[in-house]
């Protein structure tokens, strides 16, 4: 009986062990879950920044259903920006949607863009995963409005360029729209336009779990390294709902870097600041990367012929980079999915003071 009651004590004890063990697991996990990645330490903030301060220079890539029209439908070539021919235009999403069967961007080569932005000296890339129109250049499982109804069906270009990168030594970011002119829960107010879309009653929580899902599409499969957020300027999208997209994105992977987009971007001062067009004439505190086009569109464009000479683009890299930013330089494929060949030789050139400016 002795022996019997000593087992008991035994097992007693050995149990009570497991449980108060099971217990604190549980709390260190839930202190895992509530960290808030908004009031990250300045340590931990530069030690994730530290690659995209080093890195310096990168390519960002247009590409959708846009870039088969050039800037051009039935005829009309208004509106300065290619990709945003729908809006300019005013395009019915009921015709806009046709655009999907003759789409066949055969041409499209991961490898030899990648190849493209290593040879120009380019550490990072960001493609447009989903633009203001929509679409979606990768198959999602939460809408139809992807490569996967195309004549590319069976294609994926963001996991493409995601190997391509992979393989060379280039850091891979993925860009997301916010507005977004197809998924049905936004509207054009009559007398505005396309870009100030308006958020139909009750369909905004529908919309940002559409936005998460997809979001989280782009860090479990492709394993983003960077969230480039966009289309920010909607009234129904507030600083409140950029904190909340901001700390999922971060408890997803806390290591990936967005840009202030994400949120209101002149009230957001997380990750990285993002001037359009323009960079900063002085040296700031905070972390900022300019965006620039090479010649006048984002998207390709037939007509657009502005281009900025290699002396021109390698100037604004170095005046960019002396007062602390990041330079993320445009290309956009045209609609077999190349890259205009003005473009690979303006980046080409680029490349070539850059080797022959680090050779002295």
Known sequence: M?????????LLVMLTVLILGSCKQEKTISKIEKVNYLEESEEGFQKRMQWFNDAKYGMFIHFGLYSQLGGIYKGNDEGRYAEWIQG???????????????????????????????????????????????FCLYDSNYTDFDIASTPMKGRDFVQELADACKKEGIVFGTYYSITDWHEGSQYVEEGKGWGMMKMHEGQKEKYVAYMKNQIKELIENYDTNILWFDGDWVDWWTVEDGNDLYQYIRELKPSIIINNRVSKRKLFKKDFGTPEQFHLDSIVKYNWEACYTMNDSWGF??????????EEVYGK??????????FLLNVGPDGNGVVPEESAKILLEVGKMIREENSK
Request: charged share 30%; glycine share 6%; aromatic share 8%.
């Open 2 to 10: 002795n022996i019997i009651k000593g087992v008991f004590s035994v």
């Open 88 to 134: 300019n235009q005013n395009i019915p999403s009921e015709e806009y949607i046709k655009l999907l069967d003759t789409w066949k961007p055969e041409n499209f080569d991961a490898d030899k863009i990648v190849k493209l932005a290593k040879d120009a000296q380019m550490k990072y890339l960001v493609i447009t995963t989903k633009h203001h129109e929509g």
């Open 301 to 310: 464009k037939k007509k657009d012929t502005l281009w900025k000479s290699p």
């Open 317 to 326: 890299l170095k005046d960019i980079n002396g007062k602390g930013g990041n």
